[in-house]
């Protein structure tokens, strides 16, 4: 079952980030530029949620080592060498779908 539905969109703001379950899978939701981007809800370093943490300017900071992300891509800014888990996502009839066995 690939497509699931995570939100609805109504619900998610621009420069929002909320976390949810999609199939049992912890997934982070942030919606940036009009565009809703998915990605595993852990930090590459620990594994601490994401959603703890701060979306500001287009970046994602964990909380607990300051590991930063782009929000738009899932890559690592500091340091540069890592990346979230990024999953594809689509929208229909006003809700997030995501499919947490592709990237987008």
């Not at 699931?4 to 998610?12: F, P, Q, R, T, Y």
């Not at 420069?15 to 949810?20: Q, T």
């Not at 379950?21 to 998915?38: D, I, S």
């Not at 540069?80 to 689509?90: D, I, P």
């Amino acid at each position: 079952m690939p497509w699931c539905k995570a939100e609805g969109m109504g619900d998610l703001w621009e420069g929002e980030m909320r976390s949810c379950k999609v199939e049992g899978n912890p997934v982070l939701l942030l919606k940036q530029a009009g565009r809703v981007h998915a990605y595993a809800d852990r930090c590459a370093h620990q594994a601490v949620p994401m959603s703890e943490g701060r979306f500001r300017d287009g970046v994602l900071t964990c909380r607990a080592h300051e590991y930063a992300y782009d929000a738009a891509t899932g890559a690592g800014i500091n340091p540069g060498n890592v990346r979230l888990r990024a999953y594809a996502t689509k929208s229909e009839a006003g809700e997030i779908w995501v499919d947490t066995t592709r990237a987008p």
